[in-house]
């Protein structure tokens, strides 16, 4: 009998640090998907981003293993050993060396607004479907972007999203979840020392089993 392809979600960001509210949308896709895990990309560097204020890669890494206990969201800085900064690069590697899994790209609607900044961005939806989820604040915005008015013809409905594996991209779904207010602007706030929880953590990769050095 045919055994059927592993379905990952793939969730990319700072993780600056992580937290609940990352982990909140990971286990609602995680169902919404019908995805057996989903990996959080914990980026180097993000080029739309300042890095003024941005904790060390370990740090922020740490930061993800925690929020993701017990839980099938795997953390991984396999961009580092990629070495890849832009996400369309990231996808045609990750597809490359893992060619037995089938990805789905997930998002926020803060991040759709911003997608047509992104390099190659229709590279990435020709690539692999994409699940784009809600975000308060951000809905009438996003569907006037000019990325939206090229996915729109794309747009599957949504009590179909447990079936993306069928689908062709381009392909894009929108789902909505119960809204987490945590952010990690907040919790820096709050907390401006949090990386010295994380500062002596030993790190293994959980996804490429590569251990890296606490300090970078």
């Known amino acids: 009998m045919r055994v ?115 390099k190659d961005w229709r590279g990435i939806a020709r690539r692999m479907p994409i699940a784009v989820i809600a975000r308060p604040g951000y809905d009438e915005a996003v569907h006037g972007t000019s990325a939206m008015a090229w996915l729109r013809r794309f747009v599957r409905r949504t009590c179909q999203s447990g079936r993306w594996t069928q689908w062709r991209p381009p392909a894009l779904v929108l789902l909505r979840f119960r809204p987490d207010p945590r952010s990690a602007t907040q919790l820096r706030r709050a907390n401006p020392h949090w990386p010295n929880h994380y500062r002596h953590q030993h790190l293994r990769d959980v996804v490429t089993r590569r251990v890296f050095p606490v300090k970078e």
């Open 4 to 118: 059927p392809p592993r379905t990952v979600g793939l969730m990319g960001g700072s993780f600056n640090p992580a937290h609940g509210g990352h982990r909140h949308i990971a286990l609602e896709a995680l169902d919404a998907l019908r995805l057996d895990e989903v990996w959080w990309l914990v980026s180097p560097g993000n080029p739309l981003k300042d890095e003024a204020g941005m904790a060390p890669l370990p740090v922020r890494y740490s930061s993800a293993l925690a929020a993701s206990r017990r839980a099938r969201i795997r953390p991984t800085a396999i961009e580092r050993e990629l070495g890849t900064r832009y996400t369309v690069d990231t996808l045609r590697k990750l597809q490359n060396r893992y060619p037995h899994i089938r990805f789905i790209w997930i998002m926020g609607g803060d991040n759709l607004h911003q997608f047509h900044r992104w």
